[in-house]
């Protein structure tokens, strides 16, 4: 497992894998990169024939875990909004008392840029270090808003410990899969999204290359060893 992966993030995977199988999707890989939307998820899976169902699940085994990537796309840009207006009104006000901070580069006062590059103003660098990281979720986007938005699968779950959660945290159009014991249950079922027949059969590819990268060397057959 990777490096960083905890026992129990690790158990709720197997979980998922089991579960996956019972529900009739037989083919499933854990760790499986998902085509379009640039992330990797927990488990993939998917039925046998034609018009085989596929199936993503992420699992969280702590509430800090979830939220991280359970922002909102359109929450998150509405927040970047207001700390962008919020900088431009600080600004005004910084540059109202402090004209020595102007770059001197215009005839008209009122079109001359300004210098903030040496303020020593905390709620202002403060308020920077928030429009960064608003601004890195908006260009990287949300891991569950986006693989909803781009129809990773035809069904999306997300695979938690139980009470890590309150309701209106769960990303919309997921499924919630809640450990009890040593099982999974459902506490609410998934969108359907019909995924479309393109990325399912991406997804069979990336389950069949994580299968294939997992395999050991196979042995070199001893006449071949004997020879060099």
Known sequence: MPSSET???R????????????????????EVRV????????????????EAKTAVFEC?????????????????????????????ELEALIGAHRPDLRRGESLFPEYDAWDFSG?????????????????GRVIAGTKFSKMLRYRSADFLYLVVEDDIFAEAEIPAGWGLLVRVGEALELRRAPVALEAGAAQRRALLESIALKATRAL?????????????
Not at 61 to 88: I, N, P, W
Not at 122 to 133: S, V
Request: proline share 5%.
């Open 7 to 9: 026992l129990a993030h």
């Open 11 to 30: 158990e709720l995977k197997r979980l998922a894998l089991e579960w996956a199988r019972e529900q009739g999707l037989a083919i499933a890989a854990a």
């Open 35 to 50: 085509p379009k939307s640039g992330y990797r998820a927990d488990v993939v899976a998917m039925g046998r024939g034609a």
């Open 60 to 88: 969280k085994q702590a509430r800090a875990d979830l939220l991280k990537d359970a922002h909102d796309d359109g929450a998150t840009r509405q927040k970047l909004a207001a700390l962008l207006q919020r900088r431009e």
């Open 119 to 135: 303020l020593e103003h905390k709620a202002y660098h403060d308020l920077l270090a928030e429009i960064a990281t608003v601004q």
């Open 216 to 228: 050991e060397p196979l042995p070199r057959p001893p006449e071949k060893a004997a020879e060099e």
